[in-house]
C-alpha cells in the first residue's frame, strides 16, 4: 500500500474526519503523524507524555496523539505546552530548551487541521532518547521510611545515605516525589554523616525538622527538585563531589492544605569519571522585600558580588518564587547582562536552566536577582517558607 492510500485510510477511520479540517488541503500533502509530527513529540512531549511521564496522559502512539489531536494543537499555539518558562531572548541557548520553534508548532497545528492523518508507519524517525531521563543511573535512594506529614507546611530533612566506598563526582540526578499531592519542594543537601546521625536521632520520628535549610551546618548542596521538575543533568566536564563521609539529608517541604497523605520520595544517582571540574550550587537569597497589601506590579532586585576572588563560571541558573511571583530574571555585570529571564512565571513549572558554555563572572561583578509579584491578598507579603509567603530566590550552579 503506498502512503497516500494509508492516510486515506487512516482518514476514513478518524472520529475527527474532515469537520476538523479547512477543507482545501489534499490527503498528500498535509502533514502526517509518522512523518511530520512524531519527530517534534518524540523529542519535545514524549519523555512526559510517554510510559514512566509525569504527564496524565501519553502522546506516543498515533492512537494516543490522534485522540488528543485538537488539544495538541491549541496547547502548542498557546505555548502552554511544551512547558519552557525562560525567554528565548535572554542568556540562551539553554541546554534541552523544549519550546517549540514557530515551523514546528505551525506543523501541528496543520496536522490537526488536515484530519490528524496517520500516514506510513515506515516514515517514523529514528527512535530518540527523551530528554527528560537520566542516560544512566548509579544509584538509586529512598526515603528510609514513609512519612506522613503532621503541619501544614512540615519541613523535614531525611538522612538518605550513599554509602560511598570511594570519592564520586554525581553528574546527574533525577528527584522523584513519592506523593505529589503533599511534596511541594526537595532540596539535598550534603552534610557531614556523624553530623546527621546526631541530629536524627533526637526524636523517635523519621528525620528532623528543618524549616528553611537543613537544620545543621552542610558541606553544600547537590540538587533540588519543585514542581514540574525532571532529570537534571550537569554540564559536560562539572559536577558535585561526594564524599565517603557524606550523606545526603533530603529536606521535603510538605503542604497539606489539599490532603494528608503519606510519602517516600526517592533520587536517581548518575556518577561522572571523577576527572569532573569541582561545581557548587550557590544559593541566592533576596529577602528583603515587603510586598504591600493588593499590591501590583512590585519589583524587588537584589546584588550579589562575586566573592571569591577569582572569575567565576556561571553554567545553571534554577530560579524560585511562590505562587504570587510574576516574573524573575538574573542579570549580570554593570551593563546588566541577561543570564535568564521567565516573563511569566508558573509556580508548576519550574527547573535548572543550564547555559551550553558558562557566563564568565569577573572578580569585580556582580550578579542582580531581579523579582516582581502581583499581590491579591489584603495582607503584606514577606520572605517566608510557607507557602503563602514569598519568595525571590535563585540557585546558581558555578564553577571556578
Ligand atoms: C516536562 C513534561 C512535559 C512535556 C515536555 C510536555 N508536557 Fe504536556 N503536560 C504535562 C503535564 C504534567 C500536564 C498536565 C498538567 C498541566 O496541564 O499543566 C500536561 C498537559 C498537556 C495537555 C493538556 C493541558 C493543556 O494545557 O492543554 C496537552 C494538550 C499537552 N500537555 C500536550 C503536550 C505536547 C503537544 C507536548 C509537546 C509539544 C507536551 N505536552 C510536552 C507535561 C509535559
Redesign the pocket.
Known amino acids: 500500500m503506498s502512503a497516500v492510500a494509508v492516510a486515506v485510510a487512516a482518514c476514513g477511520n478518524n472520529p475527527l474526519g474532515g469537520d476538523g479540517g479547512t477543507g482545501g488541503g489534499s490527503a498528500s500533502n498535509a502533514p502526517t503523524y509518522y512523518k511530520d509530527v512524531l519527530p517534534?513529540?518524540q523529542v519535545?512531549?514524549?519523555?512526559?507524555?510517554g510510559a514512566g511521564?509525569?504527564?496524565?496522559?501519553a502522546?506516543d502512539s498515533y492512537e494516543a496523539?490522534r485522540l488528543?489531536a485538537p488539544?495538541?494543537?491549541?496547547?502548542?499555539k498557546?505555548k502552554?505546552?511544551?512547558?519552557?518558562l525562560a525567554s528565548k531572548d535572554c542568556g540562551g541557548p539553554f541546554v534541552g530548551d523544549?519550546s517549540?520553534s514557530d515551523a514546528?508548532i505551525g506543523v501541528?497545528d496543520a496536522w490537526f487541521q488536515g484530519g490528524a492523518l496517520e500516514g506510513n508507519p515506515a516514515d517514523a524517525p529514528a527512535p530518540a532518547g527523551a530528554?527528560?531521563v537520566l542516560p544512566k543511573v548509579d544509584l538509586t535512594l529512598q526515603m528510609p521510611q514513609a512519612y506522613t506529614p503532621t503541619l501544614t507546611d512540615d519541613y523535614r530533612c531525611f538522612i538518605v545515605d550513599p554509602a560511598l566506598t570511594q570519592q564520586q563526582v554525581i553528574t546527574g540526578y533525577d528527584i522523584s516525589p513519592g506523593e505529589k499531592r503533599v511534596v511541594h519542594h526537595v532540596i539535598l543537601y550534603l552534610v557531614p554523616r556523624s553530623v546527621a546521625l546526631t541530629k536524627d536521632a533526637q526524636d523517635s520520628r523519621p528525620g528532623w525538622e528543618c524549616f528553611g535549610g537543613a537544620n545543621v551546618s552542610t558541606d553544600g548542596t547537590l540538587g533540588a527538585w519543585a514542581p514540574?521538575g525532571?532529570a537534571v543533568i550537569f554540564p559536560e566536564g562539572t559536577g558535585i563531589r561526594v564524599g565517603t563521609n557524606q550523606v545526603l539529608a533530603m529536606q521535603v517541604h510538605y503542604n497539606t492544605e489539599n490532603a494528608v497523605l503519606p510519602d517516600q520520595t526517592s533520587v536517581k544517582l548518575m556518577y561522572g569519571t571523577g576527572a569532573e571540574r569541582s561545581a557548587y550550587l550557590l544559593p541566592l537569597v533576596a529577602d528583603n522585600f515587603t510586598i504591600p497589601a493588593n499590591g501590583q506590579n512590585y519589583a524587588h532586585s537584589e546584588d550579589f558580588p562575586n566573592s571569591f576572588g577569582f572569575t567565576l563560571n556561571l553554567w545553571g541558573f534554577l530560579p524560585h518564587m511562590h505562587t504570587k511571583g510574576r516574573k524573575i530574571s538574573l542579570t549580570a555585570g554593570a551593563a546588566n547582562e541577561c543570564l535568564v529571564d521567565i516573563p511569566r512565571w508558573d509556580f508548576?513549572?519550574q527547573?535548572q536552566y543550564f547555559r551550553k558554555t558558562a557566563y564568565q563572572l569577573s572578580r569585580t561583578s556582580a550578579v542582580h536577582l531581579n523579582c516582581t509579584w502581583d499581590n491579591p491578598t489584603a495582607s503584606a507579603v514577606t520572605w517566608g517558607e510557607g507557602t503563602s509567603d514569598e519568595m525571590c530566590f535563585a540557585f546558581v550552579y558555578a564553577t571556578l
Do not use: Y
Open positions: 517534534i513529540t519535545s512531549c514524549n519523555g512526559c507524555h511521564g509525569i504527564a496524565p496522559f502522546l496523539a488528543k488539544l495538541m494543537a491549541d496547547a502548542v498557546n502552554r505546552m511544551p512547558p519552557w523544549r517549540l514546528q501541528i530528554a527528560e514540574g525532571a508548576h513549572w527547573t
